[in-house]
């Protein structure tokens, strides 16, 4: 059985009169992904703040790897590595001594750091760069660096807060597969983030934050399946099998000019059963069949009324 490696009950945070958090509840099972989607303001970074260990809550209760985060800070920070959204490295410094500084803050033994600043470079494919200053690499090679730092310390638990803000496609892609080799490891991985596709590539559960509350939470396929708007789109090679089919399927929508019927459905396999029995009914023959969900940014247009790209000022 999974064990929870981050529990939060009642989140609270306010700056003066502004309400960041109002009392969220979240539960990150052991050696997953888990992340905390919301436009800018929402609260995804005090959350992060909060469960490690930078911030103080108004209320509420939180333990992370099993230590109380108001009473057990000095447990807490041994078992986390946490990378921000912008990359802490020294620029004036190479790659191979950024990593040997936190190395050395760490305290490793005789060779033991030597060797772990080899694995490093070697895993996040710096070596050729490792005696380069960090101001030469691209975006993408400095949040591999500070996440390789972040690895020097063996966390148990990484917290990503917006890990790829700013990176090109391809850079943040292969965050994302770095991202995933750190799970098949065994570690956790709180992940905040703006862009919905990154969830849903990579998140066992995530939770949506408006407003500081927690307004849904569940797998990605979960939230697709709250939104209604799902359909079966089907394209036939001829009209008249195109107004046969409107006959038989009530509340479709033809498309007389593509030769495409809409059927709205849930995306199960029972309805998508019903479906193809009743087309099979009637001899109905189709050339493509498509289902069609709802992605994540209609779940985030659904449930905050705004999409993931609209700022919200919070100041």
């Known amino acids: 059985m ?24 979240l539960d990150v099972q052991t050696g997953t992904i888990f992340s905390l989607l919301g436009p800018n303001g929402a609260g995804k970074t005090t959350t992060v703040n909060l469960l490690t260990t930078l911030l103080k809550m108004d209320a509420g209760t939180a333990r992370v790897a099993g230590y109380d985060v108001a009473t057990e800070t000095k447990q807490v920070r041994s078992s986390i590595g946490v990378t921000g959204q912008f990359a802490s490295v020294d620029e004036l410094l190479s790659g191979r001594e950024n990593l040997q500084l936190m190395v050395d803050l760490h305290h490793f033994k005789g060779g033991e750091g030597k060797t772990v600043v080899e694995h490093l470079l070697r895993r996040f494919d710096l070596k050729e760069a490792a005696d380069k200053r960090a101001s030469t690499y691209s975006g993408g090679m400095r949040r591999k660096l500070d996440l390789a730092m972040t690895l020097v310390g063996r966390p148990r638990i990484i917290f990503l807060d917006e890990p790829t803000t700013g990176l090109d496609p391809r850079s943040r892609r292969t965050m994302w597969n770095i991202v995933r080799e750190l799970v098949a490891d065994g570690i956790t991985i709180f992940l905040t983030t703006q862009y919905l596709e990154e969830a849903d590539q990579l998140a066992d559960r995530i939770a949506v934050l408006d407003q ?16 209604p708007g799902g359909h079966v789109q089907l394209r036939f090679a001829d009209v008249a099998q195109l107004q046969a089919a409107v006959r038989v399927l009530p509340g479709s929508a033809p498309d007389e000019e593509s030769l495409i019927l809409r059927v709205p459905s849930d995306g199960g396999v029972k309805s998508m059963r019903t479906l193809l029995d009743r087309l099979d009914e009637y001899a109905i023959d189709v050339d493509e069949f498509t289902v069609r969900m709802p992605d994540l940014d209609d779940v985030f247009l659904a449930l905050t009324g ?9 100041k």
Request: glycine share 8%; aromatic share 2%.
């Open 306 to 314: 705004h999409d993931a790209k609209t700022e919200v000022v919070t």
């Open 2 to 25: 999974t064990s929870s490696a981050i529990t939060a009950s009642g989140l609270k945070k306010a700056y003066k009169d502004k309400v960041v958090l109002d009392g969220i509840d």
């Open 212 to 227: 500081g509350k927690v307004v849904a939470e569940g797998t990605p396929e979960q939230l697709k399946r709250k939104i």
